[in-house]
Nanobody, 114 residues
Framework: QVQLVESGGGLVQPGGSLRLSCVGPTNIFRFGDMGWYRQAPGKERELVAQ???????NYADSVKGRFTISRDGAKSTLSLQMNSLKPEDTAVYYC????????WGQGTQVTVSS
């Protein structure tokens, strides 16, 4: 039904930066609550950052001060700026939107390694 597409993942050295983006339908992105989740091999999917319809933001303790989530309803875009990346940040990152029901992107791989 709803197509969410992530981009921006890749291989980066510790201390480096990446910017993830997610695009989808304008109506969903304008009014939905949105967030980024990640899942590392052998582990459960976990919340990284979320931003509400009104703009309130929450971060996982592990990424506070390093990651920044933002949204642009007009451009139908959800972003995650990731700085000072650590090997423990390695995971598949998923875009998530909730508006009456939940929607997920296909995921984008982030690998932090020397």
């Amino acid at each position: 039904q709803v197509q969410l597409v992530e981009s921006g993942g890749g291989l980066v050295q510790p201390g480096g930066s990446l910017r993830l983006s997610c695009v989808g339908p304008t109506n969903i992105f304008r009014f939905g609550d949105m967030g980024w989740y990640r899942q590392a091999p052998g582990k459960e999917r976990e919340l990284v950052a979320q931003i509400s319809r009104s703009g309130s933001i929450n971060y996982a303790d592990s990424v506070k001060g390093r990651f920044t989530i933002s949204r642009d309803g007009a451009k139908s875009t959800l972003s995650l700026q990731m700085n000072s990346l650590k090997p423990e940040d390695t995971a598949v990152y998923y875009c998530h939107v909730r508006l009456f029901t939940e929607y997920w992107g296909q995921g984008t791989q982030v690998t932090v390694s020397s």
